[in-house]
């Protein structure tokens, strides 16, 4: 059980930082921010509360910020200002020791590029996460297995990524994750590359694991239908800034602003299509 | 003519400091010296005691285990038959024993500074002007401390020769690091691997197609300093070309010439088999 708290969250890529947050408090967009002072605004302002046991679900145009929110929630990049909490437990303070037991045991991650390690076996990468761990190889070998069979890759444990197609990859990074065991998974467009079929399949996989295991599950995605399918929750981001988060429902009916009723709206041109 | 009241001469400060290194370290250098010499004369004996189908026999298997190709093992028996037959054994052994010593004292060396240069930004900063300096400073300069520091003979000939040639391999061990996929790195952190982990479970792994571009380079700049390196000590083909050019001996002289590119060939040939079959696993992945 995990419950993830972001408070006011700025990350600044590039010198001045705070300066660049000042300007950033006073409303000025990314593009403003960037010709001003030459400094990338990845972030500005991000609050937000990740229910314990749900699946919360990021989306906005490609550039908005979201791999770089996900990437706060293990630190793999440190934010420039503002507080990361994990079962109210500030996480940026933790030292480097307590960082990588944390990143052992309580978050894993799918990556949008696979981040796989191409010297090793579809069975050592699933093995990945426990092997750091230092569990018992054959125990390893086993929860390994496991995975890649429940994500449909049996008979490939031995190959080696380069031997795999990018659905194929995405599904051992996956397993990756899944194998880890840990309360919180990010997922960072973890199901794009997967074609039609296999993806509503995975998605049905995903609910069922959070309903069953009770996972956190933050999961990015540029797929409206993908975010109302399997999210409790979904935020809206924009040039780095948060501009909605609400319940699918309550999105559909009441977008916040031009930007999401866009998103919204290509969907309600899907839905009637379909009738 | 320069005025003279403006002239500084950096001679006799350096001198100086050489001398007084000299004096203060001694019995560091000393043992520094034994050291290498115990590996180098190890090394020796081995590579001339062996008889001399033996050795051919482990450079096909090499060849073999690095390319596959038959042809090309083919080639470099009959090479390496042909440096015996122009009476060139013995002298190429010699050469090759401290060209081994001198890439094993290289990647002593070179491996931990480029992994340095890699991690640490600052260490980059200064590492990389010393090394264009190390690389463009004419080589006779630098043999003549190591002369001061470690007399003559076959230890100050290898360190004269490593100073030359390891820069590509501290380069290339720099960038194969700093070349290996972003995501993959992040990846390995994100599963809370620690930094030793990282380096030689992850970093080096990936990047050794490269840091072997650059061991290859190495050994082929060991190859180009055994001329130079036998002005101070170095014994084997080397000396045989400097021999032929003192004496006016063209024969001698390109006899000994022949064996050294003979050497280079193959130590070249077996060398970039190797890297590259770790490079097309590491591209398609
Ligand atoms: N390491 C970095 N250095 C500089 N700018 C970065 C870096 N990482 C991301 N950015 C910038 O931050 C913004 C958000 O990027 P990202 O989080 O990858 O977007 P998304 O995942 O939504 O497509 C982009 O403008 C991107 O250029
Ligand atoms: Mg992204």
Redesign the pocket.
């Given at each position: 059980m995990a419950e993830i708290e972001i408070r006011n969250v700025y990350k600044i890529?590039?010198q001045n930082t705070a300066q660049t947050i000042e300007l950033a408090k006073q409303g000025l967009d990314?593009a403003t921010i960037l010709a001003k002072t030459g400094s990338?605004m990845?972030l500005a302002d991000v609050s937000l509360k990740v229910a314990s046991g749900r699946i919360f679900v990021i989306m906005?145009?490609?550039?908005?910020?979201?791999?770089?929110?996900v990437r706060h929630l293990n630190r793999l990049i440190e934010p420039s200002s503002g507080e990361i909490l994990f079962d109210g437990q500030n996480i940026l303070t933790l030292n480097p020791r307590d960082l990588r037991a944390f990143r052992m045991r309580r978050v894993s991650m799918v990556f949008q590029s696979f981040g796989l390690m191409p010297h090793y076996t579809v069975l050592q990468n699933a093995g990945y996460g426990l092997t750091v761990r230092g569990e018992p190889h054959a125990q390893v070998r086993d929860i390994a297995m496991k995975w890649i069979e429940t994500v449909g890759l049996k008979g490939y444990e031995n190959k080696f990524p380069f031997e795999l197609s990018g659905g194929m990859k995405q599904r051992v990074g996956l397993a990756r994750a899944l194998a880890a065991d840990t309360d919180v998974i990010l997922m960072?467009e973890a199901f794009s590359a997967l074609d039609p079929l296999i993806r509503a399949e995975m998605q049905d996989q995903l609910i069922e694991l959070q309903r069953t295991l009770a996972k956190t599950i933050v999961f990015?995605t540029h797929d409206l239908d993908e975010a109302l399918r399997i999210g409790s929750e979904i935020a809206i981001?924009r040039d780095?800034r948060l501009v909605q988060v609400d319940t699918p429902g309550a999105i559909l009916r009441n977008p916040a602003n031009d930007y999401v009723a866009r998103f919204v709206q290509r969907h309600a041109n899907h839905a009637l299509a379909h009738d | 003519m320069f005025p003279e009241s403006l002239q500084l001469s950096i001679r006799s400060p350096i001198n100086d400091w050489v001398e007084a290194v000299v004096i203060n370290h001694g019995a560091t250098f000393k043992a520094i010296s034994n050291a290498i010499l115990q590996v180098v004369l190890l090394v020796e004996s081995v590579l001339r005691g062996l008889p001399w189908w033996t050795v051919i026999i482990v450079f096909v298997a090499l060849a073999w285990a690095s390319t596959r190709k038959i042809v090309f093992c083919a080639i470099v028996g009959v090479m390496m038959v042909a440096v015996g037959v122009l009476g060139l054994w013995d002298l190429t052994m010699q050469t090759l024993a401290l060209m081994l010593v001198a890439t094993l004292v290289s990647v002593l060396i070179g491996l931990p500074i480029g992994i340095l240069c890699a991690k640490n930004r600052i260490a980059r900063t200064i590492t990389l002007p010393v090394l264009d300096v190390m690389q463009t400073m004419p080589s006779f300069v630098y043999l003549i401390p190591v002369l001061m520091l470690f007399g003559l003979g076959k230890v100050p000939a290898i360190l004269a020769t490593v100073v030359y040639a390891v820069p590509p391999l501290i380069r290339l061990t720099d960038l194969g690091i700093r070349q290996v996929d972003a995501e993959v790195v992040e990846a390995a952190t994100a599963f809370g691997t620690a930094p030793a982990r990282l380096l030689f479970g992850v970093e080096l792994p990936l990047a050794t197609p490269t840091i072997m571009a650059g061991l290859n380079q190495t050994v082929m700049m060991a190859l180009s300093m055994v001329v130079v390196a036998s002005m101070i000590g170095a014994r084997g083909l080397g000396e045989q070309v400097l021999n032929g050019i003192q004496t006016l001996d063209v024969g001698r002289g390109l006899e000994a010439g022949i064996g050294i590119v003979i050497l280079a060939i193959v130590l070249d040939r077996i060398m970039q088999g190797f890297g590259r079959s770790r490079l097309e696993e590491a591209r398609n992945g």
């Open positions: 890529f590039g990314k990338n990845g906005g145009l490609s550039g908005s910020g979201k791999s770089t929110l960072d990015i981001l780095g | -």
